[in-house]
């Protein structure tokens, strides 16, 4: 019997440390998701969308850009817009799902996307999305405004460059090699000489080589102006994370704690009925030879017989007679 409680008292033991391993690596375990992914990815969830290095930063304080009037003819500033936004949802496909069905509705594209299964520290595999949308500037902030509540925002982060002048000045770079490109047509057509010629034609191909790369600039800056740009990140998780304002009443503390707490409680008692089936096979093994080893003992201890000790006695009753 004592052998028998032994080993129910160790395994008792043994369930009890795991459960408190399981329960404390639950606790961590939110922080740990986050900060894995964000590792994975090589940058933080919520950044912002850096601007074109090939676009200078203009001071658009005043001059007479603001209502020049473009190639395009339109008139006011140049504004490139890029936003960016964190999300975390419980439910991931009917997020993504929601999310490609609002940029139809707004009549923008998707530029860019990107699906990621990440393995968390508490066994789950969790998935992780990256978009970069394209929307059309005059509907860009309707489209935020819905998109924050397709999901929890937990980020978000919004700049604008205005290119008002670099646009302005790349137009008139334009213009004007486009007039030397015009007068070199016209001195190529009377031109004779074969040594004119061929120096006209030099310099033409090297204005038109300008010519097509400033209108390729001003083509993606058109773009850029045009669709602002919009970068969600999309992390699945198992909690979305709450926080507490500092205006938070004592009550409202004691109510999210509660809250908490019940929440990390059933986690560790899933993950704790987890960990018993996979430690199910150790146990029985275990068991076996603690049973077997038992058996083996008791087989070796030495045994007194009954009828050897009453003779004994009578041996000594006799002696003391005499």
Not at 17 to 42: C, H, P, Q, R, W
Not at 43 to 49: F, H, K, L, N, S
Not at 136 to 160: C, G, R
């Amino acid at each position: 019997m004592k052998t028998g409680k032994k080993i129910f008292i160790g395994i008792s033991s043994i369930l009890l440390l795991s459960f408190i391993g399981v329960f404390i690596f639950t606790l961590l375990g939110g922080s740990l998701v986050k900060n894995a992914v964000e590792d994975s990815m090589g940058y933080a969830p919520g950044m912002p969308v850096e601007s074109p290095a090939e676009v200078p930063s203009y001071d658009e304080s005043g001059g007479d850009y603001e209502q020049g009037y473009g190639r395009d003819g339109s008139i006011g500033d140049k504004i490139i817009g890029t936003y960016s936004m964190n999300f975390e949802t419980l439910e991931f496909q009917e997020t993504i799902t929601d999310l490609e069905a609002l940029v139809s509705k707004y009549n923008g594209y998707i530029e860019n996307s990107q699906i990621y299964n990440q393995s968390s520290s508490e066994g789950r595999v969790y998935k992780y999305a990256r978009h970069t949308l394209r929307i059309p500037k005059e509907d860009v902030m309707a489209f935020n405004t819905e998109l924050k509540l397709m999901a929890h925002m937990v980020q978000e982060n919004s700049s604008v460059q205005n290119v008002t002048r670099y646009y302005r000045d790349t137009e008139t770079r334009l213009d004007t090699l486009e007039a030397q490109r015009k007068r070199l047509n016209e001195l190529y057509e009377q031109a004779e000489r074969i040594e004119d010629i061929i120096n006209i034609e030099s310099k033409l191909n090297d204005i038109i080589y300008q010519i097509e790369s400033l209108k390729g600039e001003l083509q993606y800056l058109d773009e850029e102006i045009n669709y602002s740009t919009v970068t969600t990140y999309v992390q699945e998780v198992s909690k979305l994370t709450t926080g507490e304002s500092i205006q938070a009443s004592f009550s409202e503390r004691i109510s999210n704690a509660l809250s908490e707490s019940v929440y990390f409680f059933q986690e560790a008692m899933i993950s704790f009925f987890i960990v018993l089936i996979y430690l199910v096979p150790f146990l029985v093994i275990f068991g076996i030879l603690a049973y077997a080893g038992n058996k083996i003992i008791r087989r070796r201890k030495p045994k007194v017989k009954s009828g050897s000790s009453g003779n004994s006695h009578i041996e000594e009753s006799e002696s003391g007679k005499q």
